[in-house]
Each structure stands twice: as structure tokens, then as C-alpha cells.
């Protein structure tokens, strides 16, 4: 199936979403039937390409509840109706994204290859997160290698031997700046110290190829607080991929291919 096709057939379905009445109630299974129809519009026209795609919508709709799977008696009468309700909009917006990302970069999503091999993302985080290993799974399915240091052989180097060793390997650096500790003057949530100091580090080593994503809570250090950034949690982190591929692709990391 042509990508444009499949751009044209989920438009089709978002259309449907707004202005077709049955799909916004939580009775009589036809908004599981419309998910799953997209669904397969995603499999059947992406082949290969699709996992990405997939799993942003599923993540979206799999918090939805169904009449015919669901079964709670502690919950009250009309409970699950307005949780359908309330996520409903999410699911919509899900939709939006993925037809800008097919529109914008074509089949998802090709990289530019160097000689040595993918090019890769040095990640300066917090620690182990659920944030971190979305955004590792994010940066796989495109093709770009997450360089996780402490995931890295030592070789008897340092800490920040080690940090300095992989960073000078990556072609740009991607901060996921989480809510790490509590800044002792404001009382608000900044990212760990090994993010700030690994701040600096990609700053010198690669100027403007640096995405910040600061988590919903957490503030940054004053002296990098007008840097670009797409702000994230950890339930939806749909706008900071959108700014990690345009990124990406400004960096010459990403070749979009058109449809």
C-alpha cells in the first residue's frame, strides 16, 4: 500500500472519530471495531515500518476501557463511561500525531547511514525510568543507536572517563531531564547533578545537535532554561518524539523519506 494511501485512509478514520456519534460511547462495540480497523490500516500499509506507529497507538487506546473485556464491580455505575470519556481525546490526539509524522517524514523513519555504521545519541538521564526506556525504544525504531553509558563496557575507565569516552562517539545528545532532586533554594524538583554536569559536557562537544525533553515538574538550571525543549510526562511522551524527529532530521541525523 502507497504511504499515501494510508495517510489518506487515516484521515478517513480520524473523520470518523469527530463526527460519527456511536464511536464516542462506551456501549455496543463500535468504537472497538474502528480501533482495531485502524489498527490493521497501520500494520497492512506500513508492513515493516509499522511498529512504531503501533505502539503509540496502542498505548493509546489499550487505557480504554471495553465493554465486552471489562469487568470491575467496585467501580460505581457509569464509571467506565466517563473514563472512555476522559481518555477519548487523547486517543483522537494520538491519531493526529501519527498522521503528522507520516506527512512530515514520510515511511517511518529512515535514517541516514555513516560508514561506520547508525549514527548514535548520547543520553544524559537520571537513571533507570520507564521515560528512559521509551525514549531508547523510540530512538531504536528510528535507526539511531541510545548510547547508555553505564550500559557500556568501562574498559577500566573512570565514571566520567567513561562518559567522556562515549559521549565523543555519539552525533548529538538528547538530555532526559526528569524529577531527580529538590533544589534546596526553591523547593522545586530539578534534574540529578550527573545531568547537569553531562549538560555541560554536551555543550561543549556538540553545540546546537542537543535536545532537552524536561519532565512535567521539573525545572531546569536558569543558565539553560531558554534552550528549546518539548516537555514531557511519562504517560505521554507523544510531543517530545515529535521534537526528537524534527530535531533529528535538522540535525541530518533522519532522511525523511517523502510519500
Known sequence: ??????????????????????????????????????????????TENAWLPVKQWDTATIALPMPDTTID???????????????????????????????????????????????????????????????????????VTPLIVEEQPSEGRSVGENVDWYARQADCAIILATKGDIDGKTGRFIPRGNVLIEIGKSQELFKDR???????????PTNISEKV??????QNMDNAFIKIATELRKFGI??????
Not at 533522519?254 to 510519500?259: G, H, I, M, S, T
Request: proline share 4%; glycine share 8%; charged share 25%.
Open 1 to 46: 500500500m502507497e504511504i499515501k494511501e494510508v495517510i489518506n485512509l487515516l484521515k478517513e478514520s480520524l473523520e470518523e472519530l469527530r463526527n460519527e456519534p456511536s464511536l464516542k460511547q462506551f456501549r455496543g462495540g463500535t468504537f472497538s471495531t474502528w480501533k482495531w480497523k485502524v489498527r490493521s490500516i497501520l500494520i497492512n500499509g506500513l
Open 73 to 143: 464491580p467496585g467501580w460505581q455505575e457509569g464509571s467506565f463511561e466517563r473514563h472512555f470519556e476522559q481518555k477519548l481525546p487523547n486517543v483522537e490526539a494520538t491519531l493526529q500525531n501519527i498522521i503528522w509524522q507520516l506527512e512530515t517524514f514520510g515511511t517511518p523513519y529512515a535514517t541516514s547511514e555513516k560508514e561506520e555504521g547508525a549514527p548514535k545519541a548520547f543520553i544524559a538521564h537520571g537513571g533507570k525510568s520507564e521515560a528512559r526506556d521509551k525514549l531508547c525504544q523510540f530512538l531504536t525504531a528510528l535507526g
Open 210 to 220: 542537543i535536545i532537552y525533553l524536561l519532565q512535567a515538574g521539573a525545572r531546569l
Open 229 to 234: 525543549r518539548a516537555r514531557f510526562t511519562t
Open 254 to 259: 533522519l532522511r525523511a523519506v517523502k510519500p
